[in-house]
């Protein structure tokens, strides 16, 4: 759902697009036709509303555009902002895309991939240079793919830091929303989906349908874009039942495609044969992978290390991680490392995607060529955050773990919380009360596993016995307060109150972490009954 990347600054290395003129660039681009009954504007509208009652009588404007970066949805805190807006030439049917218009917060997140803050002169076009723009990408949940983006915009003088947590609420709920109005045939090809990579560990999967494509890593890394055309016909015309397809990719390789038929799409299964397909365009490539190397990827705190140990057997094990290349020189790391990979136990190394590109790079070509009997295990950051000589080095893998953050995972947190309880050695008295269960379940825990551990040792150093009630979780995880919060409200509130235990209570430092000055602290910690 809503990525929870930091806003990146998009004007970072980025060349300006060549023959577009600034102070014309949002006018040329001719208005394109919004289609009011889009599934994102519909799965959008009511938070729109809802966002727009918290922001009138401000001077912020919210804008909703869709996939192309084309504006389908304008509000505004009052009159004069929308006129400001209106009159930079920001309008519903406005293109926002890069190409066309230059850096700015909606066409720039497309590009970047993620969440981005554009400010100022920082906008390629002169009509925005007296905003600040913040942009968010709206990740569909059923197809993982951008469906749209949010963006919250005001003039330079009134910027906030607290925007940006306001708007990640906002983009989380219109995501909410998308995965409910899934329907019942997406939802039946999404279960196959995950039962079929389930049962096929390690396979390449996908899931294609006429407006629906899921893959799994092993399956993005194995086909091209080139081959979707060929495997779009197949799920244009499934088989009446299972059957197996020969395959010639246009990276070179041959495979078996076992498909299944789900509705109207169909799951396809990859089996690479043993000898690649070589076409003219395509060198034979000696590849001596004789080594299991296993990738367990996963954002912070989703466990990692802990599925990571799950698959050590027995024998030797020796550990490595990325950050210790800092306190000693990448030499001294990979001698270390080539001297490991010489034995035969299993070499564990952790959070690749920190390595140096100078490492990843020889770690890869070794780990294609070398010859061993004990497994590697690598853990890394999600896929789709890999690139350069990161991505080649998973190419290695010859098996994948994806590790599902905790926020899709709410019907399993009660059982998560029991088993850490457990691990942590709480008291049998100790129980989680239905309210408390209900609470925590409904938070997005950035950090995932590690942060609900952290939240659960905090409370049973309060509580060593009884039913753990709503009221014994932290204060900044409780959603109730002693009256309804707007949601910019409540991102103020949550970012007070995380200020606050960061400073161990200190309310100078915590205004200062704010931004704010220590009597618009006090004040805001009476208007939220912060004690």
Known sequence: ???????TDPTADRSIPTGLDPHRCLDAPPLVDVNPNSRLLVAALPILDRVADALSGTNYALLLADREANVVDI?????????LVDGAGVVTGRTLAEELTGV???GSVLEVGGAVSVRGDEHFAVQLRRFSCH????TNPLTRRTAGILDISCDLDDDNPLVAPFLVAAVYDIEERLLAMATIRERDMLDAFEREVSRRHGAPVMAIARDIYLANPRATRLVHPTDHIALQAIADDPPTRAEQLTMHLDSGVSVTAHVIRVGAGVIITL???DQPFRTAASPVVHRRNTVSVTLICGEPGSGRTTTAGQHVGSGEVCWFTASDTLPMTSAEWACNLQRALAADGTVVIEDIHLLPPSLAH??????LTVERRGAVILTACPVDELTGEHARLIAAATDTVELIPLRFRRPDIPHLIGALLRQMNAPSSVCMSPEALDVLSRQRWHSNLSELADVLADILSRRSSGDISAGD???RYRTQTRRNLTPIEQAERDAIVDALEKTGGVKSAAAARVGVSRTTLYRAMRRYHLS
Request: no cysteine.
């Open 75 to 83: 509000r505004a805190g009052d009159r004069s902002v929308r006129n």
């Open 271 to 273: 089996d690479p044969l």
């Open 1 to 7: 759902m809503a990525a929870d990347r930091p806003f």
């Open 135 to 138: 942009g968010h990408p709206i």
């Open 473 to 475: 979780i932290p204060d």
């Open 104 to 106: 700015n917060a909606v």
């Open 362 to 367: 020889r770690l890869a070509g070794t780990l």
